[in-house]
């Protein structure tokens, strides 16, 4: 973080970001000492107004929606490349263009989409085993490297057993410049809020298609990094999620 050619990397976004990394072995900087445990819900005194609840028919958003769940125990078996590429266009299909702006399926702050989304693939059809990049623009998945990478994936998600028994992972990174050459340290929160949208989308798109999906937010920064191969400061690992059969 100290590098003379990135001084923007000493920036709050950045520190942020690199003082809140999982390491092997140690926790993270904890300087918040003992906390309070508020109430799970906030309550007014007031009339209440009872409202009608949408009816989940058929397969569609509201279905999705009611059975969404974290399901982290997967089956043996193939994943479809047809069911990949859905989940793969809920996250991230172009919808239309605005300007320079490519438009998705999950919204951006200012249409930036400052991400990207590689995928670890151990069982799906027609594919090889492997990394891959997804390619927005052509919509394809451009393999970064070949091989069974389900133990290196499992080892820096703090062997969690779902992100080795996944079929099919998906791993964002942040590109924080991307977001950040427009709205300075606020950027950090933007991106939050983008990836917020885009695994939602994951999931809801893993419950219609009657697939398991669970998001991982605790891993070990570097390990995924160097596995993905990108620098931990320019472009780190923020978010995952496993999908599998059930």
Request: some cysteine; hydrophobic content about 40%; aromatic content about 10%.
């Amino acid at each position: 973080m100290s590098d003379p050619s990135r001084p923007y990397a000493r920036g709050l976004a950045f520190r942020c970001l690199s003082e809140t990394k999982y390491h092997p072995g140690m926790g993270i900087k904890d300087d918040l000492g003992s906390l309070p445990h508020p109430d799970m819900f906030k309550m007014y005194p007031g009339k209440r107004f009872p409202l009608p609840k949408p009816k989940a028919e058929g397969r569609g958003l509201f279905l999705a929606l009611e059975q969404r769940r974290s399901k982290r125990r997967y089956t043996s078996g193939t994943l479809s490349l047809e069911n990949l590429g859905a989940l793969c266009y809920a996250t991230q299909g172009v919808t239309g263009q605005s300007g320079p702006f490519v438009l998705r399926t999950a919204p951006s702050a200012g249409a930036l989409y400052p991400f990207e989304t590689y995928v670890f693939v151990t069982d799906v059809k027609a594919l090889d085993q492997g990394l891959y990049h997804l390619d927005v623009r052509e919509f394809a998945l451009v393999m970064l490297q070949e091989g069974d990478l389900s133990n290196d994936l499992y080892r820096g998600c703090l062997n969690q057993a779902m992100a080795k028994k996944a079929q099919a992972t998906f791993v964002w990174t942040h590109v924080l410049l991307r977001c950040a050459a427009k709205y300075r340290n606020r950027a950090l929160r933007y991106i939050f809020l983008d990836l917020g949208h885009v695994c939602q989308n994951l999931t809801l798109a893993a419950a219609a298609l009657d697939l398991g999906c669970c998001p991982i937010g605790a891993f070990l920064d570097d390990e995924l990094n160097k596995l993905i191969g990108v620098d931990g400061v320019d472009e780190s690992v923020v978010y995952l999620a496993t999908v599998g059969l059930l």
